[in-house]
């Protein structure tokens, strides 16, 4: 017999039209011992709703709309100290919650990310990219080692969920909520997870190769602008890098001089170099800062 998770642990399944698969995903959490189930539906025009309700699961229907929304809606609902996350597709096995679990009582984490290492082929391609230079963002602003910051289980504090704003559209919800502990509390980690094959129709808008970079790009414009800005001014270097080398080359090679070109490949290159070592200083700085946030939360508590 399995232990009960109830008064510990609720489980949010937020669904659109999920038919195929809810009853699937309630059968693995039940089994798992996962009893406390929450599912936010997003209107769903088939019988998602009815399967849930009929296999004990307490349905609501979301406010506003989208993916966060529903997890917005989700919060006030939870009674219990920690909520997980997972989508209704049958992706996320139920068998990884109790190491989710485990991992954030025994650390004190406020979050930890179901990191999809086995079963990676079951993302579609392009998402797997984008999810990859998103991550990879996130690492370099908030000098985190996570691997899989957009998986769509996660186990979070319930009472630090509750600061979160979910204002900002853009991003997705996973990235702004790994984005508000990374900030503030720091305590946020991961367990290895493995993916399966999605059952139904992917619901969610696929990101493309620009909107990635958008992305990206909003992450770094909110939490760091000034890196942004620097990062930016130190593309120059490579320009300019070129153009040295081709001045050098004449010069040596073939004993041609480029004055005015040589003036700009130093200046270019010298701009170039000091707006990396900015870029990296504004990392520093904001790790620093992110550790004093945390050294206050932690006096805090
Ligand atoms: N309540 C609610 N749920 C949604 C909405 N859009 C998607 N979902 C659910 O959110 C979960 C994630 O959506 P998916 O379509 O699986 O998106 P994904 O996991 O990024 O992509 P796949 O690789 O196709 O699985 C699923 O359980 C969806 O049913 C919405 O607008 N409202
Ligand atoms: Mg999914």
Same mark, same amino acid.
């Given at each position: 017999?399995?232990?009960?998770?109830?008064?510990?642990?609720?489980?949010?399944?937020?669904?659109?039209?999920?038919?195929?698969?809810?009853?699937?995903?309630?059968?693995?959490?039940?089994?798992? #011992?996962? $009893?406390?189930?929450? =599912?936010?539906? !997003?209107?769903?025009?088939? &019988? /998602?709703?009815?399967?849930?309700?009929?296999?004990?699961?307490?349905?609501?229907?979301?406010?506003?709309?989208?993916?966060?929304?529903?997890?917005?809606?989700?919060?006030?609902?939870?009674?219990?100290?920690?909520?997980?996350?997972?989508?209704?597709?049958?992706?996320?096995?139920?068998?990884?919650?109790?190491?989710?679990?485990?991992?954030?009582?025994?650390?004190?984490?406020?979050?930890?990310?179901?990191?999809?290492?086995?079963?990676?082929?079951?993302?579609?391609?392009?998402?797997?990219?984008?999810?990859?230079?998103?991550?990879?963002?996130?690492?370099?602003?908030? #000098?985190? $080692?996570?691997?899989? =910051?957009?998986? !769509?289980?996660?186990?979070? &504090? /319930?009472?630090?969920?509750?600061?979160?704003?979910?204002?900002?559209?853009?991003?997705?919800?996973?990235?702004?909520?790994?984005?508000?502990?990374?900030?503030?509390?720091?305590?946020?980690?991961?367990?290895?997870?493995?993916?399966?094959?999605?059952?139904?129709?992917?619901?969610?808008?696929?990101?493309?190769?620009?909107?990635?970079?958008?992305?990206?790009?909003?992450?770094?414009?909110?939490?760091?602008?000034?890196?942004?800005?620097?990062?930016?001014?130190?593309?120059?270097?490579?320009?300019?890098?070129?153009?040295?080398?081709?001045?050098?080359?004449?010069?040596?090679?073939? $004993?041609?001089?480029?004055?005015?070109?040589?003036?700009?490949?130093?200046?270019?290159?010298?701009?170039?170099?000091?707006?990396?070592?900015?870029?990296?200083?504004?990392?520093?700085?904001?790790?620093?800062?992110?550790?004093?946030?945390?050294?206050?939360?932690?006096?805090?508590?």
């Amino acid at each position: 017999m399995c232990n009960d998770f109830s008064s510990i642990l609720t489980v949010v399944i937020p669904t659109l039209d999920e038919e195929q698969s809810i009853a699937l995903v309630i059968d693995d959490l039940k089994q798992q #011992g996962f $009893n406390n189930i929450l =599912v936010v539906d !997003g209107n769903s025009r088939d &019988r /998602t709703r009815e399967i849930a309700g009929g296999l004990g699961a307490r349905v609501v229907l979301q406010e506003g709309k989208g993916k966060a929304d529903a997890i917005r809606t989700a919060i006030p609902y939870i009674e219990t100290p920690y909520l997980l996350v997972m989508d209704g597709d049958y992706t996320y096995p139920a068998k990884h919650i109790k190491e989710l679990l485990d991992k954030a009582v025994k650390e004190n984490l406020d979050e930890v990310i179901g990191a999809r290492i086995r079963g990676r082929e079951n993302i579609p391609l392009m998402n797997r990219l984008g999810n990859w230079v998103i991550t990879k963002t996130f690492n370099i602003l908030f #000098g985190t $080692n996570l691997s899989d =910051v957009c998986s !769509g289980m996660y186990l979070l &504090r /319930t009472q630090r969920t509750r600061e979160i704003n979910f204002e900002s559209k853009g991003f997705s919800v996973e990235v702004e909520i790994a984005a508000h502990i990374a900030s503030t509390t720091r305590r946020i980690g991961e367990v290895p997870i493995e993916y399966r094959k999605r059952i139904g129709k992917p619901k969610l808008r696929k990101r493309h190769g620009a909107l990635i970079m958008l992305d990206a790009y909003k992450l770094a414009l909110r939490y760091n602008p000034v890196f942004l800005v620097f990062m930016t001014a130190s593309l120059i270097l490579i320009p300019s890098l070129a153009l040295t080398a081709y001045v050098a080359y004449d010069l040596l090679v073939n $004993n041609v001089k480029h004055h005015v070109w040589a003036i700009i490949a130093v200046t270019g290159t010298g701009i170039g170099i000091q707006s990396t070592l900015m870029a990296i200083m504004t990392l520093y700085l904001k790790r620093l800062e992110y550790r004093l946030v945390q050294r206050l939360e932690e006096v805090k508590r």
